[in-house]
Every structure is written in C-alpha cells, then in structure tokens.
C-alpha cells in the first residue's frame, strides 16, 4: 500500500537543478536507502518530501493527501513524518530527557509525566538510559545522534527520513547508530536513508534509489543496484565504491587518517573485515614500513600514490604503490620480516622500474 506518491517533482535552485522529474511511490513499511555521487538531489528529495524545501513543480501525496498544495496543513504532516539530520540539531540549553519530550508535549500536549516516561524508554532504547540528565555537550557524536533518533520517534510518526545520520561521525562511532536505525527497520517502520554506508544500505533496505541525471536513475532490490545493477551510471558508480586512490606526500604521513579511510572505504564497497583486516595488514607492512621506510633513508621519492581495488566476483584485492627515488623492489631489498609477512598474504607480486617504480601485489 502506497504510503507516499511522487508525481513529477522538480526542485531549481539559482545555478542547480538537483531534481529535474521524479515520480515514485513509497509503500508502507518500505526501507529505502538513496545512494548516488555527491550533489544529485538525495538530500534535496528528502527536504521536499517533509516541505522543508519547497518543490519548484510536482505534487507530493502522504496517504492520499496532498502535501504540496496550498491548503495543506503542513505541520499536522510533518508530526507524522520525523526526520534525523546529520548535524543532529539538540537543544543545547536542555539536557538529554527534556530533548526528547519537548515535541511531545509542545506538540502533540502529552502530560508532562507521560513523556517523562515515553522519553526515558527510548533513551533505553537507544543505549542511553545512564545520559538522560547530561547536556548534549557531555556526549560524543554518536550519543547525540541516538538521542536525535530517540528524539524523532517520540513523535510516533508514520514515515522517518535519515539526510547522511552518520556522515558527521568519527568512523568508531558509526555502528552504534545504524544498530539503532536497523532495529527500527526491523518492526517494519517505513523509512527513506540518504547513506554512503553501503554494506549497511545492502543489509537493511528492501529497496535502493540510485539518484543521478536529476531522478531516480535506478530503483532496485539491493541485490539488484548493488550486483546487477542495469543502466550504465550505476555500474559505474558501484565499481568506483570498490576503489581506493591514497597519496603520501611526504616521509610523516597521518596513519590515523589513512586507517580512517581506509575503514570507510571498506564500509562503502561493502568489504567483508577478514578482507579488510588483510588490507591493513598489508597497507602497514608494505607501504608505512617497507617502502616509507626507504624513501626516508634516501630522502626522496615522494609523494607516494596508492590505488586499492577490491572485487566481489572471486574476493581478490590489488594494491598497486607508485613512488619515486632509485629503483627499489621491497621484496627483495627491504625488511626481510615485514617483506615475509605480506608474502604469506599475496598471491602475486609485481615491481617495475622505468625512471619511477610501480608494485602490485594481489590478494
């Protein structure tokens, strides 16, 4: 049952035009993960839908009702349709418990002791009943964006609408909020989530919007955007997600950072961890240890470019590492304990030197 129609939407800014025609209907209890490159319309259809953006054309019906038209009572709608930003938008003046019951009972005049109640349950709910006394200060991001959801569904609304949850989160933090937003979509709550999470967007959704072109490019089961994907802009954007490209400009290169992406990267392209551990480890040895390591003795060769390419069809990996400086093979020159170590986790190895070197290595 159609719990949201979109006919024909179009949404023009002064020097974009991020939705161009999108007709779509969401059904109840759907999961929908959108997912496409940066600035094709994925936040700007979720701001249309609940009328914080106001379309440029098309009509928006919420169970038959139309949400575009002038007559619309637009804030008896969006009581039903709660929405979690990626900058989480706490009162900052109020602690955890008052965050959540303040719609409650601004909006929907809850007694007071009820949405006391109602709000300590979620907050246990979210694996925050221990914060309902602190400020949002006193939270790391990830806490606060469980309270933003806690926050949402004290509404009790009929549809949730996710803009990017975890795009604001330091990567440790990430699980923690998509564990929340999983058990949502596990009681069948009908939910739209603009995420470059893909694994979780693979794991989760029912169905997946690939925006590009100013639409929905492609509309699909996830085991059809993200194996069989049909147009050509989607294949495309899928095989990107399973490519990396690092560069180390100098010999001091922020490890942090680049295990960070690295993690991210894994997340994207939907890499299995035994695979992800295995680049890592070869990531460390072969590039922070064997080839840094020379480069520093010589004092040049920098920077250092990185492509990593992983594929689903037989689970294989390859790293190819292009640096300058004197001809240098890390398997027959380097560290003899760091070299052994990636051999055991490599199938081939290949080095070429022609006034720069360039390795591969797959596994």
């Known amino acids: 049952m159609s719990i949201i129609r979109i006919e024909h939407l179009k949404k023009q800014y002064q020097n974009a035009f991020p939705l161009k025609d999108v007709s779509v209907e969401i059904n109840k209890g759907d999961v929908i993960s959108v997912i496409g490159p940066s600035g094709t319309g994925k936040s700007t259809l979720l701001r249309c839908i609940n009328m914080l953006e106001q379309p440029t054309g098309g ?79 006193e939270l790391s991001g990830g806490q606060k964006q469980r309270v933003a959801i806690a926050r949402a569904i004290a509404m009790k609304p009929e549809i949730l609408l996710f803009d990017e949850p975890t795009s604001a989160l330091d990567p440790t933090m990430v699980g923690e909020v998509l564990s929340v937003i999983k058990s949502l979509a596990d009681e069948h709550m009908t939910m739209m989530i603009v995420t470059h999470e893909m694994r979780f967007a693979r794991s989760v959704s029912n169905r997946v919007f690939y925006m590009d072109e100013g639409g929905i490019y492609e509309d699909g089961t996830p085991e059809q955007i993200f194996e069989h994907p049909a147009r050509e802009k989607t294949r ?19 490890g942090a950072l680049i295990f960070a992406r690295l993690e991210r990267f894994g997340r994207e392209a939907m890499i299995p961890a035994s695979a992800l551990r295995h680049i890592r480890l070869v990531f460390e040895e072969l590039v922070l240890q064997l080839i840094l390591g020379r480069l520093r003795e010589e004092g040049r060769g920098f920077p250092v470019r990185i492509s990593i390419e992983h594929s689903d069809e037989d689970g294989s990996t390859v790293l190819t590492a292009s640096y300058g400086g004197e001809e240098f093979d890390p398997f027959t020159e380097g560290d003899e304990l760091s070299a052994t170590i990636v051999k055991k986790l490599v199938k081939r190895i290949e080095h070429e030197y022609s006034g720069g070197n360039s390795l591969s290595v797959v596994f």
């Open 236 to 254: 495309a954007f899928i095989k990107r997600l399973k490519t990396i490209e690092i560069e180390i400009p100098d010999a001091e290169p922020d």
């Open 59 to 137: 009509r928006i019906f919420v169970d038959g009702e139309e949400i575009t038209s002038p007559k619309c009572r637009l804030e008896l709608v969006r009581r039903r349709m709660g929405m979690v930003f990626q900058s989480f938008n706490l009162f900052n003046n109020l602690n955890i418990l008052e965050n959540v019951m303040a719609a409650p009972v601004d909006l929907l005049k809850m007694p007071r002791d009820q949405a006391q109640k109602q709000a300590r349950a979620l907050l246990e709910r979210v694996g925050l009943g221990d914060k309902a006394e602190n400020y949002p200060s």
